[in-house]
């Protein structure tokens, strides 16, 4: 599922592309998976897209207020309103030229005023589309916690060391942060030498504040090379993410910790596969790490005997020129 450096990807191809078009009409495909289809219909024609932004995991359009002769319309379009994006694993929203052929799996269909539709494409739709107006945008984004790149170093740490839950949970409750999943979490975690299943109450003041420096240059990182694009995610413009090359513990079980050689493990946490190095990142009592699947030990085992495992690093003055 896209997580927040994703979806800023994507939030920043659309704020190039479309932002201050106007919604000319809306066609729908299926909509099992559109809050309430006849909402947008209704209420998305005339209205301006004003900005693009990023909230946590899903993006919102806000749009402009319709005015019917400067008194408030009685459909209540005269209040701030917003169109919720959530890409869920497979959605892409990019405009296109309305006259060109649309992708399958094409499901809505929002005419511009310059001939382009933008079109919201999902094979799994396991995305979400919903038009919240005024108090129903207000309690949508209620539960959701500080944006990662904004919370401060104090207010983390704090809120990170009264949690009797594991560390690991925490970077994933969208309540404590919004827009942080599995891939960063590990990854930042990998970073701050913190076991995930730690318990955010046992952290250290430094090792909190490592964690949230950790957190804060990965996600900066990830946004700077467009996201990770592990399955078929793609930025607005149909460029796939670069950052899944930088990863270090995410989907790396059995490859060697690129920081101190050991094997990249794998245990479960709040539910969800966990990776981390097992000497940088040592284990809380009681926790299990899951044994090397059996496909990952024969590799290891054929690369044992093809050569040695860890290579002798030369010495500075064997490096040096003679002389
Ligand atoms: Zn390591």
Known sequence: M???????????????????????????????????????????PGRQIEAVERYGKFMLLRLSPVESDGSPAANGDSAPAALLV????????????ASQPSEKHTHAFFLLDDNRELRYTDPRRFGRLAYLAAKALAEELQPFGADPLEITVEEFVQ???IRR?????????????????????????WRAKIHPARLGATLKKEQAATLHRALQEILKKAIQMRGSSISDFLGADGQPGEYQR?????????????RCGVVIRRTIVAGRSSYFCPK?????????????????????A??????????KRRSNASRRPKG
């Open 2 to 44: 896209p997580e927040l450096p994703e979806v800023e990807t994507v939030a920043r191809g659309l704020r190039r592309t479309i932002v201050g078009r106007k919604i000319m009409s809306v066609r729908l495909g299926k909509t099992d998976f559109i809050d309430d289809p006849a909402a947008l219909e209704q209420h998305l």
């Open 86 to 97: 959530h890409l869920g694993m497979t959605g892409q929203i990019a405009p296109n030229p």
């Open 159 to 161: 809120q990170a060391r």
């Open 165 to 189: 839950a594991r560390i690991k949970a925490l970077l994933l409750d969208q309540s404590f942060l919004r827009g942080v999943g599995n891939i960063y979490a590990d990854e930042s975690l």
């Open 246 to 258: 930088h990863h270090r513990a995410y989907g790396r079980e059995g490859k060697p910790c690129e």
């Open 280 to 300: 940088c990142q040592p284990s809380p009592k009681g926790c299990t790490t899951l044994a090397l699947p059996a496909r990952v030990q024969a590799a290891r």
């Open 302 to 311: 054929a690369s044992k005997t093809a050569k040695p495992q860890r290579r």
